[in-house]
Structures are given as C-alpha cells and as structure tokens.
C-alpha cells in the first residue's frame, strides 16, 4: 500500500469518528431540547417574561394582571401630557382618564413560550438567557374624564375672538369693535390625545388644533332699541298710592349713520357715535321740591238752609278732598262723586228742576261745585265744562256758579300744569272751603270780574185767591232779575294786567214775583161801632236762593 494511500484510509478514519462524536452529541442536545420543551409549565407564565418591564414570569395570568395593575399605577399615576397652544403650554393630567387592559397583556405573558410543543423550549431559553419584555400601551379609557382634565388644564378657555361690545359714555355711544382670533378645537385635540396616549408617548408636545373663532354681528338697530328712551317728566303712579316715579332723560341716536361709521371701522377700533340727549322739563328733584307745595286758588262759601242740605254739602266735599290730578288728566264733578243716592248717604233738600225748586235727593252740591269753580278759576286752570244755574245764586257772585245734576250738565276742569295738583274741600262751621294745591312758579294772579250785559227785570204776578178775605194779600214767591252777565279772567303781575279774557256766558233767567190776592167779600159786621182795617201784605223770603 502507498503511503499516500494510507493517509487516505486514516483521514477517512478520522471523518467516521467526528461523524458518530457528532450524531452522538446531536442525540443528546435534542435529548436535552425536548428536555427543555416538557420543562414549561402550562400553568404559569414563562420565567424571564416582562410586561413594560414588570416581571411576571412563574406567575398565573391572574396574578400577573394584579402585578401588571399595580405597576400601571403607580407609573402613570403622575402622567401628564404637554399641550402648545396659542404659544403657551398647558399640562393635561392624564391618570383619571387613561387606564390599561392588564388582563389583556397578563394573557400574552402567558401565551409566550406556549405554543407547540417543539418551540417551547427555544422560548424558554430565550427568556432565559436574554429575557421577554412585552409591551401593553396605555389607552383613553373615559372621555368624560379626559375633557375635563383638557377643561382643568385652561386649554378650553382659550378663545382669542374678542367680540363687540358698547357703553354709554356721558353723551355718546361707543362700540368696541370686535377682533377675530382662535380657540382650542377640543373635538381633535381629544383623538391627538388619545393617540399620543396609545403610542405611550408623554414626551412628545402636542400642538393643539385651533379653531377660527367669528366675530358675531352687531345690530346697531337693536342697540337702539335698548338704549332708545323717550325722556318723561317726573309723576304719580295713581296704581300704587301716588307714589313718585322718576323721571327720564331721552336718549336717541342716528342709526343710519351709526351703522355706516360702525362697518367703516377696522377690528378692534372704538366708534364713537354722538348721543341726543332730551332732559326732562320736571325733573325728579323738582317734582320733589314743588309738589303740593303751593296754593293756587281757593274759595269759601257760607252753607245755609236745612240740615239735610249741609249733609249734602258735608259729604260732597268729604269726596272730592284729596282728589290728585295729574298734568293733563281731567276732572268730572260727576263722576267723582257718583250717583246721588240715599244709600250712599245723600238726603233730599231744595234744588232746582226745571226753573223750579224742587225737593231732590242731594240738594246743596251745586254749592260745593260752584265754590271749586271758583277755586279753579283762581287757579288760573282750564275749564273743561261749565254751567250756569237758571238762577242767581245767593251764596255765590254772580256768573261764578256751576250746576250740576247726575245724568245732566257737569262740571269738569283740566290740569293744564306741569306739575300734580291737589283738591282739598271740607265743610266746618257753616262754610265750605276748596282749595287747589299744585306748583306756583310765576307771581301770576287772577281777579275774576262780571259785566252784566242786561237786565230783565222780574214783574208781579198778581193771583186771585176766592179762599182769602177780599182786600188781603200774601206773596207766594219772592220774584228775581235775569241776567246776561260775561265773566272775564284777568290775570296780573304785580299791579300789572297781563291779560284779560272773556271766561263764561252766562244766562239767567227772571222769575216774576207771586202775590196772591184775596176776592172774598166781607161779611156785613152786625157792630160797626169800631172801625177797622185789615190788608197789607206778608213777604215771606223764597228758599230758592239755597236751592243746590
């Protein structure tokens, strides 16, 4: 044999013994192998398994989610997130909201290394010598929560957009013209949240979606509509006991031309629009100052005939006392003392009906409306009704009366003043006074004078009465002149007549005197040794002069 032939033979050797040293070791690594495969337990989580760096290995998948949990907790209890907007930045805490599936992440640790049985053993040993770390992201778990730490953290204030607003600045009106700017969109800021979340990114500044915010319109008219007043003079309010309600200043601009210079001006500038302002004539303060404080006219008259007659002058003015008329409002005697009846406390005296005196329920107010006509007369007011009796009357001037009858004629007056006026009336000690209160602001004064324009003269009226001894008399009824008299109102400054002005016509009629006379004859005297007279006339006063 060659020598180069037995080198061969021996590396031949050689390769059969590396080949069964080889076989060999093979047999036994996969001895070991499927050694190492039927070590895992299928019970508990491979040894060297992590979730975020939380050992779990050897333990059940329940006591690896309590691990997991535990772990969460306490890394994330302090998580924030940073937000950039409208370039400041805004901390977000996080904790409430997030939350992270530990059952989830407990059951892949143990699906790790639990797959067929031949890859088990190269899990094993994988986690054993280089370890397993799984990773289970945190997520958003309640929105609600996440929307309120965004509204904690002052990012949902954010709102750039100024809008427009206006004061009333002494005499003017300014607007402040409104300026557009941004707001956090809070929708998208939300899923940027929700992402960085699921990324288990807290490092990362989040840039907030902005939202364009609008500048609303302005209604200039609607402005004018609640700033518009109408000024108004200081009154009464008649529904709550007269108290006093302010004055008001008016206040009114041109909108035409507010709104032109209004669209005309940038964002941001101030318009000026110029006011118109009215002040009111009677202010709160004067009315406070001059309420009631001046006499502006009155009148007293002597009540005479039955005691019935001055009840019904007693209770008249009783009524119409106090009575509070404000500028412009009118008074009705009528109206403000009512229906004369018994049941509201009226008697039956001497009044006229039909040129006659007649006995009426509520006889003797014509006196009371009569005084307050002349009360008003002085007051230097607006007659609004006036009229004459049929007569004169006794208590009164001529021409200066006023009847009055339910249903009939009425006497009404107008304050034609600038300020409240009062009625006081009262009867006391056989007189009725009326009295007008209001604000006397001038040193005007009124004189009222009559002319009579003519004179009828009563005649008499002779009667023959057959039940009356012939050549006796007796008058039934005191006879009266008629009038046409005009009353003139004269006003004075000082001694100065400023003015003269014809005030009421007045017609009365003349009633002739009544005597009745007697036609019976005498009978013959059977003794004419004394001779006598008889005759003459008695003149008794007619009680038509108290008549109303």
Partial sequence: MGRRQEKRKKKQQMHRKWGLLGVSAAA??????????????????????????????????????????????????????????????????????????????????????????????????KAKLFGEDLTQNPQVADEGKLGEAIDASGLSAINTTVQTTYEVTGESLVFHKGVTGVSVDKEKLTEAVKEAVSKDDFETVIESPMLTGTVEATDVQAVYDKIHTKKANATLDPKNDYKIVKSVTGVSFDVDSARAAFDAAAEGEDVTIPLKIKKPKITTKKLKKHLFKDKLGSCTTNVSGSSARVSNVDLAAETIDGTILLPGETFSYNDTLGERTTARGYQAAPAYSNGESVQEVGGGICQVSSTLYKATLLSNLEIVEHHNHSYVSAYIGIGMDATVSWGGPDYQFKNDTDYPIRIDAAYSGGQVTCTIYGAKLDDVRVEMTAETLQVNSCGTVYQDDPDMAEGTSTVVSSGHDGYVVQTYRNLYEGDKKISSKKEAYCVYRKKDRIVRVGTKAAEPAPDTTAEGETGGSELTPDDTDLAE
Avoid at 52 to 81: K, M, P
Avoid at 101 to 110: G, I, P, R, T, Y
């Fill in 28 to 125: 036994v690594l996969c001895a070991a192998y499927l050694l190492t495969c039927s070590m895992v337990d299928g019970k508990t989580i491979v040894d060297g398994v992590a979730v975020n760096g939380t050992e779990v290995g050897g333990l059940t998948a329940e006591q690896a989610a309590d691990r997991i949990r535990t772990s969460f907790e306490e890394e994330y209890a302090g998580a924030v997130l940073t937000v950039n907007a409208n370039g400041a930045e805004y901390q977000v805490e996080m904790y409430p909201s997030i939350a992270m599936d530990v059952d989830s992440a407990a059951q892949k640790a143990m699906e790790y290394g639990h797959g067929s049985f031949l890859t088990r053993g190269a899990a094993l040993l």
